[in-house]
């Protein structure tokens, strides 16, 4: 659990604390896991649908062992995500971003 409140100029605490939940999240390190992510996402099925066609077509592209392509196909959804998430959720848009960012960075070593 996360403790949020406020303290008072004398250092003692004022009474506005609240509780929030923390779920620990963890970066994405591959393709499937970057779809899992988004699946998982809270966002609607309307949302999700364009940034998943994306990943879908990212990963048969890696499996077809088209790397290049595969990273083109990244970006694009990083472009999608910089325009469709962004203003909903910027946490989510910098883990998603980030975690198609690693994958496009060990594609030299790593398919995705």
Do not use: H, W
């Amino acid at each position: 659990m996360q403790f949020v409140g406020t303290v008072d100029n004398s250092g003692a605490a004022v009474d506005d604390f609240a509780f929030n939940q923390v779920v620990p999240v963890s970066e994405p390190t591959s393709v499937d896991d970057l779809i899992t992510a988004v699946g998982a996402a809270n966002l609607s099925a309307r949302q999700k649908r364009p940034l998943l066609a994306t990943l879908e077509a990212a990963k048969a592209t890696y499996a077809r062992d088209d790397v290049e392509t595969g990273i083109n196909q990244l970006q694009a959804f990083q472009n999608k995500v910089e325009a469709q998430v962004r203003r909903l959720d910027p946490v989510l848009a910098d883990l998603l971003i980030a975690a198609a960012q690693a994958i496009i960075d060990s594609a030299g070593t790593n398919d995705g």
